[in-house]
């Protein structure tokens, strides 16, 4: 019985082992960067980052607000979202008052995205995007092109690459889902 539970174990161990690895291999792919935990929108479920990135398929970050003359883009960036997101397209949102323009409870957040919008793309946390308090993340894509300077700025990573759009450049019919269908091409001819 004894080496039967020492067998076992020495079983138990190594799938664990192999588990481990598969784990850290795919992390490791994943850029510094995003490799941080957040919390859902209007949840106690962390997420991170990494969980949604996918070694050479683009991702869109976008700073969103609930009251801004921009907050209509929730819709064409869930179109996006819809379109692609079978072909690996990414898109995260987070919301953020660093415009005064942003509700004060994630419950009204939530409110505005899923129920007005009907929000399907992964929502975050309420961050800062600006200045000395920005979250690392939103410091790291304003230092490779330039900070959101207000709501529904939108990033495309793709392959290490950063593209930056502003406010005003539209989720859909744009340079922006121009650059993203060229991505998802890009990735068709080199497979």
């Not at 921009?70 to 692609?84: A, D, I, W």
């Not at 409870?105 to 505005?112: D, I, L, Q, Y």
């Amino acid at each position: 019985m004894s080496s039967t539970r020492s067998t076992f174990r020495l079983f138990l161990a190594a799938v664990l082992a192999i588990g481990a690895v598969h784990v850290s291999a795919e992390s490791a792919g994943c850029p510094d960067y995003l490799n941080t935990d957040m919390r859902r929108l209007h949840s106690q479920e962390t997420a991170n980052l990494c969980d949604f990135y996918r070694a050479g398929k683009p991702m869109v970050i976008v700073n969103t607000a609930s009251h801004c003359g921009f907050t209509k883009q929730f819709g064409g960036l869930e179109k996006l979202h819809q379109k692609y997101k079978d072909q690996g397209l990414v898109v995260l949102g987070f919301p953020s008052n660093s415009f005064n323009q942003e509700e004060k409870s994630e419950e009204g957040t939530a409110r505005v995205c899923y129920k007005n919008y009907g929000v399907t793309f992964p929502m975050f946390e309420h961050v800062d995007v600006k200045g000395k308090e920005a979250h690392p993340l939103f410091a790291y894509l304003a230092k490779q092109t330039e900070a959101p300077s207000w709501n529904f700025n939108k990033y495309l990573i793709d392959d290490g690459n950063v593209q930056h759009f502003g406010s005003r450049v539209a989720p859909e019919g744009s340079e922006l889902e121009e650059a993203i269908g060229e991505a998802l091409a890009a990735q068709t001819t080199t497979r």
